[in-house]
């Protein structure tokens, strides 16, 4: 990446690692104020809870933003199973617990193949879907009922990396607009104890590798040394 690009009016393409506890709009933000220049959006939203790689666009680069967004993505993450919580992740308490006692390895494995493929998801309340023009997050967050429709997403591939009850580890390559979360609430009720996820990190956006990311302040640091 090339730092005179950054705030020239064609800007450039960004790979940021995200830190635990940023929103992508901190993110955005950050680097808004860094560079100042107004132009900057991010081509996929990470939770506050997940880390990984988030793509950001500057000035004419913004418009590449909906075509990355349509890439696949990679994620590699962890779920508890025999507890459930409301946001199916760390943001909200467990509300249920169940014995796990029975639970084989052989079991947790050979429920991968029910998700492959493109089928039907219905995302986490505690999310950005909009129903009737509001956020699902903020009807949530109020207590309010409400009911969200399902979707059809991809599930290019789902492997278990590792088990280590009650923890098991995975890493998903998926389509656009699918929800990990909800796919670790429907590994859970698949094997009739719940499950909530405990940690997501994106690892691939189409093309773009984590590895390729720079670490927030690292960029930030640069990029004032270059301006200076």
């Known amino acids: 990446?090339?730092?005179?690009?950054?705030?020239?009016?064609?800007?450039?393409?960004?790979?940021?690692?995200?830190?635990?506890?940023?929103?992508?709009?901190?993110?955005v933000k950050k680097?808004?104020?860094?560079?100042?220049?107004?132009?900057?959006?991010h081509a996929g939203t990470l939770d506050p809870l997940a880390t990984g790689l988030l793509v950001l666009c500057t000035q004419k680069k913004t418009k590449?933003?909906?075509e990355i967004q349509s890439w696949e993505k990679e994620y590699?993450?962890?779920?508890?199973?025999?507890?459930?919580?409301?946001?199916?992740?760390l943001e909200t308490e467990v509300d249920q617990e169940k014995d796990i006692s029975h639970i084989t390895e052989e079991e947790i494995r050979s429920h991968t193949d029910k998700f492959q493929g493109v089928i039907e998801q219905i995302p986490p309340?505690?999310?950005?879907?909009?129903?009737?023009?509001?956020?699902?997050?903020?009807?949530?967050?109020?207590?309010?009922e409400?009911?969200?429709?399902?979707k059809k997403v991809e599930i290019k591939s789902f492997e278990i990396t590792d088990i280590s009850l009650p923890e098991i580890t995975f890493k998903v390559v998926c389509s656009k607009g699918f929800y990990v979360r909800s796919l670790v609430r429907d590994f859970g009720e698949a094997l009739g104890v719940g499950a909530y996820m405990s940690a997501l990190c994106r690892s691939r956006i189409g093309e773009f590798q984590?590895?390729?990311?720079?670490?927030?302040?690292?960029?930030?640091?640069?990029?004032?040394?270059?301006?200076n």
């Open 1 to 27: 990446m090339q730092f005179n690009n950054l705030s020239n009016e064609e800007g450039a393409v960004i790979l940021l690692n995200k830190p635990y506890g940023w929103t992508s709009f901190d993110a």
């Open 31 to 41: 680097v808004r104020n860094t560079l100042k220049i107004k132009k900057v959006g």
């Open 64 to 66: 590449t933003i909906n």
């Open 76 to 89: 590699t993450g962890s779920m508890i199973i025999g507890k459930t919580t409301p946001s199916f992740d």
């Open 125 to 144: 309340k505690f999310s950005a879907v909009k129903v009737n023009g509001k956020r699902a997050y903020d009807l949530a967050r109020k207590g309010e």
């Open 146 to 150: 409400f009911k969200i429709e399902a």
């Open 210 to 227: 984590l590895e390729e990311a720079w670490e927030l302040e690292d960029f930030i640091q640069e990029a004032n040394a270059l301006s």
